[in-house]
């Protein structure tokens, strides 16, 4: 088990653990700890929240340090994938060719153009948030959109024969993941009466958006999913998640 968490680390953090031995008893359970990094980078963000609430920071400095802080500390893994799928997506090409392109390392005129737009509305949300309750939201959107996202990976279509999110899949037990996911999904409700009303149904409703888009994009463009679209789905989530908790607020 603690080589599956020390897998899971470094493959989708750069948070830094011990080096382990991949193999498949040790890729069983990997997925389980995934949301575990969006416990980290959560705690993160409320920590960064308060330390800056207390030295009277700007809101644009506290903004930009609280954008950054997720891209850091994964190294930037999901937004490589959503580069590659704004590629793929922008070429209207067969789905063989965009399964090709989701392989290209090299990012494309539409990842850069997409990545600066996801960017800037991802800069601009944090910097508007002000209040703790929709950090807090904003934070069990970093372990929702992964808990979803390891549901997806073990109950959905496969996209490609082989690859790195199939051989963690082929891996995986399968009926354990689900359960866990869904033991992680529980617990964010849970907590949600922790926040008002319209905090809780922001964070529903951006994870919900971006994960029925996830679901269409990938069925319907690429015939299932992949590491790359998981990454896309990642990042719209907390993005669509913070731009409504954002919004919201300015509202009310």
Excluded at 93 to 98: A, F
Excluded at 168 to 175: E, I, L, N, T
Aim: proline share 3%; glycine share 8%; charged share 15%.
């Amino acid at each position: 088990m603690l080589k599956s968490l020390c897998i899971a680390f470094s493959t989708f953090s750069r948070i830094p653990v011990p080096r382990v031995e991949w193999n498949e008893k040790s890729l069983r359970w990997a997925v389980c700890f995934f949301p575990l990094i969006g416990v980290v980078i959560g705690a993160a963000e409320l920590l960064w929240f308060q330390l800056s609430a207390l030295l009277h920071l700007p809101m644009l400095l506290r903004g930009g340090v609280a954008a950054a802080v997720p891209i850091l500390l994964t190294g930037g893994i999901h937004l490589d994938g959503f580069c590659d799928t704004a590629d793929a997506l922008a070429s209207h090409q067969s789905r063989e060719r965009m399964l090709e392109i989701l392989k290209d390392s090299n990012a494309g005129a539409f990842a850069v153009i997409y990545f600066g737009v996801w960017l800037m509305l991802w800069f601009s949300a944090w910097s508007t948030l002000s209040s703790f309750g929709s950090v807090l939201a904003a934070s069990l959107g970093f372990v929702l959109s992964r808990a979803l996202s390891g549901l997806a990976l073990t109950r959905w279509q496969q996209a490609r024969p082989a690859g790195m999110l199939r051989t963690v899949a082929d891996a995986a037990k399968k009926r354990t993941v689900t359960v866990v996911m869904l033991v992680y999904i529980a617990l964010c409700l849970a907590l949600l009466p922790l926040l008002t009303g319209w905090h809780a149904a922001s964070v529903l409703a951006g994870c919900a958006l971006a994960f029925a888009l996830y679901r269409f994009v990938s069925y319907r463009r690429f015939g299932g999913v992949t590491g790359d679209l998981a990454g896309f789905f990642v990042s719209l989530a907390e993005l669509f998640s913070l731009l409504i908790l954002a919004l919201t607020e300015a509202i009310i």
